[in-house]
């Protein structure tokens, strides 16, 4: 999980970035129309500093594209080199307590036990019938798990999972906390040459 700060420092590698991710979302997602107000990720100014065309998305007013690439440029960029995608709009939660393992494998796929300090698994949010509600990011964090889904579906995974806590813990016995971070910025790295792009950044 990377800061704001990070991408304002390193424009050149944040320009080509977020229209894949955008258009992706714009298209899969469903954008809402309503006139309820936006919201703005911490990256918000420097999208609109550097042209980004700016989009009403899952709540959030999200950068579509730049003036600077077309959607396929940005595209093969991506998959030739490497992007940084503002992803600040993402469900970000932090799992902790005595039982939250246990209850977390009692919603998603994979062995969520066996991940090592700071590893991290692609899974699914499934019903209880065994559907899929939604796709989603664990990382082991500490004495907890850092968990990431999808903006489009934010309501419904947070109402999914309270209600599913409500009858986890509804005996007494079992101590889970879910905390959403909702201050928090979220960027992501992708391409074949992130590594050599992350590893000549610096963080002070």
């Known amino acids: 999980m990377l800061l704001a700060s990070t991408a304002l420092r390193h424009a050149q590698l944040a320009r080509p ?10 298209r899969s997602a469903g954008t809402d129309a ?8 911490s990256l918000y100014d ?9 989009v009403p998305f899952a709540g959030w007013d999200m950068p579509l594209s730049y003036p600077n690439k077309s959607h396929i440029q940005s595209h093969m960029h991506t998959r030739t080199h490497a992007s940084l995608f503002d992803v600040s709009h993402m469900l970000q939660t932090r799992w902790t307590g005595r039982d939250h393992v246990e209850f977390i494998e009692s919603l ?17 949010f499934t019903t209880e019938s065994g559907g ?24 419904k995974d947070l109402a999914h999972t309270h209600a599913q806590l409500a009858k ?10 879910i905390e959403v971070l909702k201050d928090y910025s ?3 790295l992708q391409g074949i040459l992130f590594f050599s792009s992350f590893a000549n950044l610096s963080f002070n």
């Open 186 to 188: 979220l960027l992501a």
């Open 17 to 26: 970035l977020a229209a894949a991710a955008a258009s992706a979302a714009v």
């Open 108 to 124: 998603v796929v994979g062995d969520i036990a066996g991940l090592g300090p700071n590893a991290a698994t692609l899974s699914l």
């Open 34 to 41: 309503s006139s309820a107000p936006t919201k703005r990720t």
């Open 132 to 155: 899929i509600l939604d796709d989603t990011v664990i990382q082991r964090d500490g004495d907890g798990l850092y968990v990431v889904s999808n903006a489009g579906c934010a309501d």
């Open 168 to 177: 986890f813990t509804a005996d007494g016995s079992k101590d889970v906390k």
């Open 46 to 54: 420097f999208h609109v500093a550097h042209g980004g065309k700016m």
